[in-house]
């Protein structure tokens, strides 16, 4: 079937430009040595997991225990959810979901760690604990490598739990515009860790991992990084907020469109925030970067003025925000030179918990 | 179940709350003698559907072919879908949809209302067309009481066609904060479309409905008021951008969260943007309202202080934007004081189409 036949709003991945964003990823990760760990909340898609996967990445970050759930019912052997799990339940969840693969998880306070391994015990399991670091994000994780080393004695002093290493998401990085900035701040990071690492190790633990890096940072992960593994996650898809970094991931993920309405000097499609995620950054149109788009729930509209473009024809938005764009979507249409490849499910969407 | 069992981030509705928006609502249309067809995008839930009948609603609004499948499907008998249908597939869908229920579809170019009636000429069922008039969004729709006569004429000529009146959403009024503004805009509506309507009737046309208005505006419509029909959705639940307008109605739909961590002198729960939408406004905690929350994808954080809360603790969210929120959850808890009483579907859900 040809994607002009498919009913709007549909989302689209175009399978050549996806592939040179696996390939370029590869040949940092191989250039630097460092793993790739993608992260899954940008496309919550299994078949674009295998891909990542063919494409070499070690294993998967997610940030739900439903997410991990789901990725490891399809064949996935080591995933990391990049989060503190507290809740009773969710902890069972996880002690269960140890018996089925690597899993990893992250921690920032010692009352957790004995909940992950009072469950963990019950089951006779492994899980792999990571402590999170705060390394100017302001969110999660501790601030000192005495605290950052506390929690890593603990961990190791347990039967059921390994301490695998540092989480160090520096999400507060990622859509800096300013390349220099970035640089620095970036540069600025990896001294940080590289002396909580140290002090660590110093005192006997060894750090194995340390997990972390975005879309935006992934380029400037030197050789012989402290980081050993790499999170990007909106690499496969790109989307107007990242675009705006000049970054050399191609855009891979549109909402096709229909218009609908060419009165009042406008072109109007069928498509919105309810299809295309303006979280981030406000979508635009593939064929019309430049025009500023009006949005509402299920319309967007640019001004017509002498463009030739009638009611019926297509046209491709370019989601704000890629992330929040699939978790709205139940599918994905697979796309080759204009022609459907395959239909794949978004099994992911809305596992938020 | 008591809701502090639940597994977050889910969805909640407080069953009191939502209860007197709807006697509300009902109220306001008792008094002016302007029926109810509220508009399903902002619970795209058929058991609120369901309520809203129950308290007087003539019929449903919304948006698009897949949504009235869904509502037809759940048995209501008068869905107006509030949007152009130009797809020749989902114009076959719309003919079959109304051998089903009274069904309304908007229209504002001649060429839409042939391919309307030849789709409903093949089915043999009639399609009830409402004019789209624009009176100030400057979205889709005709803008002069000519190029009105002129559609409603083209619908009358048709066998397989209903002229039923005009479509007039004034969707640039809906968020406006200044009360004086809101009025004074609103009275000019009136202004404009009593014109309008009374030219096309001068000309032998009889306008059965005008229909629109939202629920920043709902309290305007005056007893005598040309609109014939209230398309309020959000009046159900709420939302931040609606709770600045101090309209009567109360927040009713909430995203119950879970602390998952605190350090860093920060409360930060394990709900974001992907449960709680923020595409209008950012989420605040019902706990906390005055404030200003930092969100991202899975996590909202607030300054923690002094204020006693402990790794998992419940939280409340307000959403943002009631209407994109329910479009990421899968189904909703409906509570009365605080023991769950039911869990339904959202099953329009990601209905875009």
Do not use: W
Request: net charge negative.
């Amino acid at each position: 079937m040809l994607v002009s036949q498919v009913e709007t709003p549909a989302l689209i991945v175009d399978l050549d430009s996806l592939e040179e964003n696996l390939c370029l990823f590869k040949e940092q990760a191989e250039k630097t040595g460092i793993a790739m760990r993608p992260h899954f909340k940008s496309n919550k898609c299994p078949a674009i997991v295998h891909k990542q996967i063919e494409y070499g990445a070690k294993g998967i970050t997610c940030s739900k225990v439903e997410e991990a759930e789901d990725l490891i019912d399809c064949g996935i052997k080591d995933v990391l959810i990049a989060n503190q799990i507290v809740d009773k339940g969710k902890i069972a969840s996880v002690a269960t979901l140890a018996g089925r693969c690597h899993l990893g998880v992250c921690v920032d306070n010692a009352k957790n760690i004995d909940d992950l391994e009072a469950a963990a015990a019950v089951q006779d399991n492994i899980i792999y604990c990571l402590v999170e670091f705060e390394i100017g994000m302001n969110r999660c994780g501790v601030t000192t490598k005495e605290e950052l080393y506390d929690l890593a004695a603990k961990i190791t002093a347990y039967p059921h739990l390994r301490f695998e290493g540092i989480q160090a998401y520096a999400g507060h990085l990622s859509h800096e515009e300013d390349f220099e900035k970035r640089q620095s701040a970036s540069d600025e990071v990896e001294k940080k860790l590289t002396e909580a690492k140290e002090y660590v190790e110093s005192k006997g633990i060894k750090v194995k991992e340390v997990s972390g890096s975005s879309t935006g940072t992934v380029f400037f992960r030197p050789k012989g990084s402290v980081y050993t593994e790499l999170q990007a996650g909106s690499y496969v898809f790109m989307d107007v907020a990242y675009g705006k970094l000049k970054l050399p991931f191609k855009h891979s993920l549109f909402v096709l469109s229909t218009v609908i309405s060419t009165e009042n000097n406008k072109i109007i499609v069928d498509a919105g925030r309810k299809s295309a995620a303006s979280d981030q950054a406000l979508p635009i149109f593939l064929e019309y970067p430049d025009i500023p788009a009006k949005v509402s729930e299920e319309h967007t509209a640019i001004p017509k003025e002498n463009r030739d473009v009638l009611v019926g024809d297509r046209l491709h938005l370019i989601p704000g925000h890629c992330c929040t764009t699939v978790n709205i979507h139940d599918s994905l249409y697979l796309v080759r030179k204009g022609e459907i490849v395959d239909r794949v499910a978004i099994s992911s969407r809305g596992k938020s918990r």
